[in-house]
C-alpha cells in the first residue's frame, strides 16, 4: 500500500522513521507542508497518487475535513498521554528546561494523566493553554504571541507546542520550547488500521452495519448556569468527535436531530475500529466529556439498511435498559451481544459502583451523575485530601455550587475536615476536606 504522510517536515520525516522501523508493508510518500493552511491545495495535487493518508495531528485532520473531499481512506494519530509524557520527559530531563511552568497547544485532558505519570501532582504545576482557533487565519502569528507573552512574563518557564512554525521561531529567539513529539506506537497502531481497512476491501463482505448514536446530555450539570455559547462548544466538540471516528471507519453519517446520529458503513471497516467489537472508541471519548450523561450506541446489522436500522434501535433499547453508555449489537438473525462498555474492566465491578453511587446519593441529596464525576475526578487525580475550590476547577464548577455538593455529602458523613489551607494576605481559608464514600 501507498501510503501519504501529511504533516510539518519534522512530524513526517518522524513517522516515517518509525513506520520504516517496524517493517510494515509500505510505500511511503512524503506530504509535507510549511503551513497547514497549504494542505488542499497540498491534497489536491497528490490524493489520488496513494492509496491512503495518515496524518501526523489533529490539527492538519481537522483542516483538511473541512475544505477537501477524501478521494481515498484517511486516518489520523490520536493525541495521547504516552506522546506527552516523552515530551516533557525530554523537555525536563534531557534540555533541562522547567517543565513545572508551561505553555502549551493543546493536550487539556491529558496534561493531569501525563504529570502523574511523572510522580508530579496538580498542585506542583502550573499549564496555560493556547486558543486553539485553527480556522482563523491568523492563527500561528496569534498562536507565536502567545507563548511569547506567557514566556515574557514569567507565567512560563517552557513552551511545548505541535506547530513547527512556533517551535522554529522561538528557537530562533533562545526560547525553552519543545516540538510534541509521537510515541512509536501511536504511529504504528495507525497505518495498521489503514492495512487492515484495506486488506478488509478486498473480502467483498456485503453486510450492512448501522451505529445509531444517542447522546444525552446533563442539563443540571454547573456550565448550564454560565452561557449557551459554552453548552454548543461542548455539543460540537462531541459531534466533531463523532464526524471524526466516521471518517476513519469508512463511514457515511447522518444527522437525525441534536442528540441523534446514524452512520453507515462496512462490516470489516467497524471490526478494524473496534477490534472486533470489543471495544468502542466513541463510548470512551464521548462519555468522559463535561455535560455528558451518557452515550448509547446500537450496532445493527443486516443484509439492507432498513433492517440494519431496526436492529440499530434495538440495541439503543437495550443501551437505555443497561442504564449507562455503551453499546448493544444486533446481527442478521436478531443475536444480542454486549453490552460494549466505556472501561475493558468487569462489567460486575461497574454494577456494583453504580448501586453504591445510588445509595449514597439517596442518603445526602446529591444527584448520581454528580458523584459519578466526583468519583471519576477522585480517581483520575488520586485526591486524597483536597480544597472546594481546586474540587471545583478539575469539576468544571463554580466554588459556591461546589461547596453546595460537598455540605450534602458531609451532613450525610461521606466528607470529612481535615484542616485548613496556609495562605498569605487577606481571605478566609478554606477546608481542606478529605472524601469517605467507601467505594
Known amino acids: 500500500m501507498n501510503l ?3 504533516g510539518p517536515k519534522s512530524s513526517v520525516a518522524e513517522a516515517v522513521m518509525y513506520l520504516e522501523k517496524a517493517g510494515l508493508p509500505l510505500l511511503l510518500t512524503e506530504l509535507a507542508y510549511d503551513k497547514y493552511t497549504d494542505i488542499p491545495e497540498l491534497l489536491d495535487k497528490r490524493q489520488k497518487s496513494v492509496d491512503a493518508i495518515l496524518f501526523t495531528g489533529m490539527v492538519p485532520f481537522s483542516y483538511a475535513m473541512r475544505f477537501v473531499q477524501p478521494q481515498c481512506p484517511w486516518n489520523v494519530i490520536p493525541r495521547d498521554k504516552l506522546s506527552l509524557v516523552f515530551t516533557l520527559l525530554k523537555a525536563g530531563f534531557v534540555k533541562n528546561f522547567d517543565i513545572t511552568k508551561i505553555s502549551i497547544d493543546n493536550y487539556d485532558s491529558l496534561i493531569g494523566e501525563a504529570y502523574r505519570e511523572l510522580n508530579y501532582s496538580l498542585e506542583d504545576v502550573s499549564v496555560i493553554l493556547a486558543p486553539n482557533n485553527i ?6 502569528q496569534d498562536l507565536l504571541d ?3 507573552t506567557q514566556y515574557k512574563s514569567g507565567k512560563a518557564k517552557c513552551v511545548l507546542t505541535g506547530m513547527e512554525f512556533v517551535y522554529n521561531r522561538l528557537s530562533e529567539l533562545k526560547i525553552p520550547c519543545m516540538m510534541i513529539s509521537k510515541a512509536f506506537d501511536s504511529v504504528i497502531q495507525e497505518a495498521n ?3 487492515v481497512r484495506q486488506s478488509s476491501d478486498k473480502l467483498q463482505n456485503s453486510r450492512v452495519v448501522i451505529l445509531a448514536v444517542s447522546i444525552e446530555y446533563l442539563e443540571d450539570h454547573p456550565v448550564y448556569e ?3 455559547l459554552q453548552i454548543l462548544h461542548y455539543k460540537d466538540k462531541a459531534r466533531d468527535t463523532l464526524y471524526v471516528f466516521a471518517q476513519k471507519a469508512g463511514a ?3 444527522e437525525a436531530g441534536e442528540n441523534k446520529f ?5 462490516g470489516d471497516h467497524l471490526n478494524a475500529e473496534t477490534q472486533d467489537l470489543r471495544s468502542l472508541e466513541i463510548i470512551q471519548s464521548i462519555s468522559g466529556m463535561d455535560i455528558v450523561k451518557n452515550i448509547f450506541v446500537g450496532i445493527g446489522m443486516a443484509k439492507t439498511a432498513f433492517m440494519a436500522k431496526q436492529h440499530a434501535e434495538l440495541g439503543i433499547q437495550h443501551c437505555r435498559n443497561f442504564g449507562r453508555s455503551c453499546a448493544f449489537v444486533l446481527d442478521s438473525d436478531k443475536n444480542i451481544s454486549g453490552p460494549i462498555v466505556r472501561s475493558r474492566g468487569n462489567n460486575e465491578q461497574g454494577r456494583r459502583l453504580d448501586a453504591d453511587l445510588n445509595v449514597i446519593a439517596e442518603r445526602s441529596g446529591v444527584s448520581v451523575q454528580a458523584l459519578s464525576r466526583l ?3 477522585i480517581r483520575q487525580y488520586g485526591l486524597e485530601s483536597v480544597t472546594s475550590k481546586k474540587l471545583a476547577q478539575l469539576y468544571g464548577s463554580s466554588e459556591r455550587n461546589m461547596h453546595r455538593i460537598l455540605l450534602k455529602l458531609e451532613e450525610a458523613g461521606y466528607v470529612k475536615q481535615t484542616g485548613k489551607e496556609s495562605i498569605l494576605g487577606p481571605g478566609r481559608p478554606r477546608k481542606i476536606i478529605q472524601f469517605n464514600l467507601g467505594l
Open 146 to 148: 502567545f507563548h511569547l
Open 252 to 254: 457515511a453519517i447522518f
Open 193 to 195: 488500521k489503514l492495512l
Open 262 to 266: 446514524y452512520l453507515c458503513l462496512h
Open 4 to 6: 501519504g504522510i501529511v
Open 226 to 228: 454560565r452561557n449557551i
Open 135 to 140: 480556522f482563523d487565519k491568523n492563527y500561528l
Open 375 to 377: 468519583y471519576a475526578i
